[in-house]
């Protein structure tokens, strides 16, 4: 075992044992572990598949998630994210995600409203690492239709690829299309290329 994967096995440990913990391995997980892409030759900056921080960070949040009850859960997500920089904060959001496809049933009483509204933040900054996180698996089951096509609109705008949206041929409609087509047309009209994941959710193209 590496000195980075005995670190975060033991911050593990600890978080299961006093949750408390994780208010201060959270932050260091960068440090600990780096900040290298898992897959470095298909996704360079590590928005589709994360950064070895993220990682880390997301298996810190499903430790904690078992040793807490759903407020505690909640009071402990908001804290982490309002108190984080955009590592930190992309952390939260990737253990949601995390926890939203392996083990849903933590996701109950509170956690799913804050989180919602974690990812509705996230998604009004301009960091494309953010938005990235921001609409994983738990905004793809959980976020409104309304603010989930915004979300889609918003990674065609930071150039984000759409491969980091979850759920993204289900969830895809009519009124995605329209807006789509929109912000085809605005790119067009200003003598600007269109980016193929954009031409993709033209209503031509989902008819």
Known sequence: MTADQDWLCGAARAVETDPETIRTVFPVAGRRVGRAPLEPATD??????????DAARARLIDAMSGAVD?????????????????AER???LRGLSALAERRPHRL????????????????????PRLVAAAVGPFAGQYLGAHGWRH?????LFL?????????????????LARM???????????GRAVPDDARALTSRQLI
């Open 44 to 53: 360079q900056h590590g928005l589709v598949h994360g950064t070895t921080d």
């Open 70 to 86: 759903p407020d505690r859960l909640t009071d402990l997500l908001i804290w982490l994210y309002r108190n984080g920089g955009a």
């Open 90 to 92: 992309r952390g939260v």
């Open 108 to 127: 109950t009483g509170l956690v799913v409203p804050a989180g919602v509204a974690l990812c509705e933040d996230a998604l009004r900054s301009n960091d």
């Open 151 to 155: 979300a889609v609109l918003k990674c």
């Open 159 to 175: 150039g984000v690829p759409t491969a980091v949206i979850a759920r993204l041929p289900q969830r895809a409609d009519a009124e």
């Open 180 to 190: 789509v087509d929109g912000y085809v047309a605005e790119r067009r009209a200003a």
